[in-house]
């Protein structure tokens, strides 16, 4: 096989560095010289973002051109640093007359100017910053050289509206320049035909780049002592803090991840408090801490000074930490794409192995590590699929490209529809969003900011310098509680926490933030002053966002493992020496699959399947205890538990299908039991089943048929269920923000969020009121239904469900599995009693003969 001549200075780079080009990179040159467009996905720390550049960085060297080349476009803005300093790496090595620069945010106003008159070779930019640039006058002329785009890290925005926007960016850019390249990378996706054809636009055969490198991912489980064999949400995790630090070494560097901000603040007062001597090794980072306070900490992390860093999904992303040797994880990860990319920041490096410490939460999470690793021997990922036709987004890229050189109408939706989100955009739909744009539609016509664009000569544009201003300044995807910064008295920045934890405060109140005891002194203008304080405080800032659910692939392998849990019981009720408590390491191998099922493996010395999964063991009071109070489902049996308390009556039903699925299906049947026999019922749901409390002695069995499985009319009996309307208006307020329907204020006098939802609750009235068919409105109900309830994944699941047994049993009192679901109901009540209180007096009464969950 002939190698291209322009690849000879990359060779000569390579071998300066005792390297050998891998087969993906090579491949994915050649395609690139070729002309051709496509998708990387090879696995984290394999080299994809030298496979990415080396083909455009060997055209440049072999025909150079001034201008700008090559748009790498990355997701995190704490990624471009270490980028350019990847790509500048051998340029300046070989001293190739090529300039390399970053444009994000966090760049400054004086550099951004100056990129806009003199662009670099290669610019580094987020998708945001991308369509700031589409907004100024002479994008013909900024772009008119550009030779490819780079998408990383693609797994992470193709299935958002970011994703959407640089759908829409790109959509332009490909109208400029028709023979540009497009090459998206990921480590991690399930649909790699869909992902490619979306990042390449339509018409466009893509190349899908794929390597045989084998990556070893090993997952040792951190088990607990002893089980409760009632247990629940949160019931073991920070208990465990100690067991953490003895399993693991100050000496090797770690990243512990958790699932939220909220809980990475609680981890790392506790791991400060167990080893306060080693204080200076260890570090929280998360996005709402200071930027410079983040990036000294990743400086840190890559020079070995800091050894653990607690963190969430702010380092989930291609930051380079080769010193990292293990990653932690805190609670369960939801789905295997997540782990799979936490896993990858350790041994970062082509055919490494990944060390993932795992400790639960909750005892039963330890069922969903073994779903993991089932799993992840199989090969399964989670699919990621583009949005389809969101209007805000629309909105808001026409009025971009308005102010910047304008757009003619008919040409541009031709262009819209090259793209994957909105291929099957209509005419009267475009043309809706023209007068809305244009008129401010049949309602904003009487307001001159809703009239942002003006036709001339053919050609939208926007005339008015302060609508253009205020336009760049509200552009992303991303809208959020509104963010309050924290501020020293002496003006040193912190961070950032969202006002509806700072309304809760007042003057004098200590928190705990950044590692840091902080005394609320003053709130002006969005910035809340503090000091510091030795006074000790728990209060913790939450933020907003939810709680996880496991994926659709992860719920599938969940519930083998159940089924594999009741088998185990048959060969092992109860373990005759319970294993040690500590560590217990697994490969993520077909191996594993094979013990999980009993087969025989090579070097079997006839252990049974019970030794052979730890975590079952470690479990097996809580699956005896279930199995003796109800029963252990089967994959193919659905499991329904009634219990009578002096609540009521209680119906607990156990799909195994993650908590946003669960929400759907408590409310609907709860919608077609009420349709039968009036009641009123309250709704309590989390990854493995759904709680529905209805009035004593309500007959849920007599009234229980086949149709609470029908998706004949789903959609109305999902809208009749639930308060669509005010779900509707919440999710509303993200949509009429990103169309710039409100103005969130200048820096230094931002609008609060209370001011921000009147108006879009203003908005929301006058539209539902006067122009019901409204798209933008459509859209946020169509959010409401396929996101927050996954609508198209209820359907399915209802279609799984009736092709299930029904294993129907009337319990004295809740079962292991419902005990959880209890307890997230109680979670919620307001009360003078402690949660822990209120779970010790239930089992006392039990113990005693009782049900009183009150």
Not at 318 to 332: A, C, H, N, T, Y
Request: with cysteine; aromatic share 8%; glycine share 6%.
């Amino acid at each position: 096989m002939s190698v291209d001549p322009r690849l000879a200075a990359i060779a000569s780079y390579f071998a300066t560095r005792g390297w050998q080009p891998l087969a993906f990179q090579r491949e994915t040159w050649a395609a690139y010289l070729a002309g051709l467009s496509g998708l990387v996905q090879v696995p984290t720390g394999s080299g994809k973002t030298y496979a990415a550049v080396m083909g455009p960085i060997a055209e440049l060297v072999a025909h150079p051109a001034p201008g700008l080349q090559v748009l790498y476009i990355t997701p995190l803005r704490a990624l471009s640093r270490d980028i350019e300093q990847a790509i500048k790496a051998p340029i300046e090595a070989m001293g190739w007359e090529i300039t390399v620069e970053s444009r994000t945010g966090d760049t400054s106003s004086a550099r951004r100017t100056k990129q806009l008159k003199t662009m670099p070779h290669i610019l580094i930019t987020t998708p945001e910053s991308l369509a700031v640039m589409l907004s100024y006058k002479d994008g013909a002329k900024r772009f008119g050289q550009l030779q490819a785009v780079i998408l990383d890290e693609w797994h992470e925005l193709i299935s958002s509206k970011r994703g959407t926007q640089v759908e829409l960016c790109l959509s332009y850019l490909r109208s400029l320049r028709p023979a540009l390249r497009t090459w998206a990378l990921s480590a991690t996706l399930g649909n790699l035909e869909e992902a490619a054809q979306t990042a390449v636009g339509l018409g466009v055969e893509p190349v899908i780049v794929r390597s045989n490198l084998q990556r070893e991912t090993v997952i040792t489980s951190i088990r607990p002592e002893s089980v409760d064999t009632f247990p629940w949400a949160g019931h073991l995790g920070l208990r465990m803090f100690e067991t953490l630090v003895a399993a693991l070494d100050i000496e090797k560097s770690t990243l512990i991840f958790t699932n939220t901000r909220n809980q990475a603040e609680r981890w790392y007062q506790a791991l400060e408090f167990a080893l306060p001597e080693q204080a200076d090794k260890i570090a929280l980072h998360h996005g709402s801490i200071d930027r410079s306070e983040r990036e000294a900490i990743e400086a840190g992390v890559k020079s070995g000074d800091l050894k653990w860093v607690v963190c969430t999904s702010s380092l989930d992303l291609g930051v380079d930490f080769q010193p990292v040797e293990r990653v932690v994880q805190i609670g369960s990860a939801k789905n295997l794409a997540r782990l799979l990319q936490r896993a990858g920041r350790s041994a970062h490096v082509p055919e490494g192995t990944s060390e993932v410490f795992f400790l639960p939460t909750n005892a039963l999470e330890l069922l969903e590590i073994s779903a993991f690793r089932r799993g992840l021997a199989l090969g399964d990922m989670e699919t990621r699929r583009p949005q389809q036709k969101p209007y805000d987004v629309l909105v808001q890229h026409l009025v971009t490209l308005a102010c910047g050189d304008g757009f003619e109408p008919q040409t541009t939706l031709k262009d819209l529809r090259q793209t994957v989100a909105y291929a099957d955009l209509t005419d009267p739909e475009y043309q809706w969003v023209l007068e809305f744009i244009e008129t401010g539609g049949q309602c904003l016509g009487a307001y001159p900011r809703y009239k942002k664009v003006v036709k001339e000569e053919g050609r939208y544009q926007v005339s008015d310098p302060k609508l253009a201003r205020n336009h760049r300044m509200g552009i992303g995807t991303i809208t959020s509680n509104t963010p309050v910064k924290i501020v020293y008295t002496n003006r040193k920045q912190i961070g950032t926490v969202e006002e509806s934890f700072v309304s809760r405060l007042k003057r004098g109140d200590v928190f705990f933030f950044a590692g840091r005891q902080l005394e609320y002194f003053q709130l002006k203008d969005m910035v809340l002053y503090v000091k510091g304080t030795r006074r000790k405080s728990t209060v913790t800032p939450t933020w907003g966002g939810g709680q996880l659910a496991i994926s659709d692939t992860l719920s599938h392998h969940l519930r083998r493992e159940v089924e594999e849990a009741r088998s185990l019981l048959t060969t092992v009720t109860t373990p005759e020496s319970p294993p040690a408590a500590g560590l217990s390491p697994a490969p993520s191998s077909v191996a594993t699959a094979a013990a999980l099922s009993g087969a025989p493996q090579p070097g079997d010395r006839g252990e049974s399947p019970a030794i052979a999964n730890a975590e079952l063991l470690t479990i097996a009071p809580i699956l005896a205890a279930q199995q003796r109070l109800s029963s252990l489902p089967r994959a193919d049996e659905l499991l329904v538990e009634s219990c009578k308390t002096r609540e009521g009556q209680h119906l607990y039903v156990f799909p195994f299908e993650g908590r946003f699925v669960h929400e759907g299906l408590g409310f609907l049947w709860g919608y077609r039991f009420a349709k039968q026999k009036t009641a009123t019922f309250t709704i309590s749901v989390n990854d493995y089943g759904f709680e529905i409390l209805g009035p004593k002695g309500y007959p849920y069995q007599d009234l229980f048929s086949s149709d609470f499985f029908s998706i004949t009319d789903l959609e109305h009996d999902i809208r009749a269920s639930l308060n669509i309307s005010e779900l509707t208006q919440r999710q509303f307020r993200g949509v009429a923000q990103v169309a710039g329907l409100v103005f969130k204020g200048y820096p230094g006098s931002r609008k609060t969020s209370s001011q921000l939802q009147v108006s879009t609750s203003l908005l929301y009235d006058v539209f539902t009121k006067y122009e019901p068919d409204n798209l933008l409105l459509k859209q946020a109900e169509r959010e409401v239904l396929q996101d927050q309830l996954e609508t198209h994944r209820l359907a399915k699941t209802l279609s799984r469900l009736d092709q299930r047994a029904v294993v129907w049993k009337d319990t004295k009192r809740p079962s292991p599995l419902a005990f959880p679901l209890l307890v997230e109901r109680l979670n919620s009540r307001l009360s003078n009693e402690t949660l822990l209180d209120r779970i010790q007096r239930m089992k006392e009464q039990w113990d005693n003969g009782r049900v009183d969950p009150n």
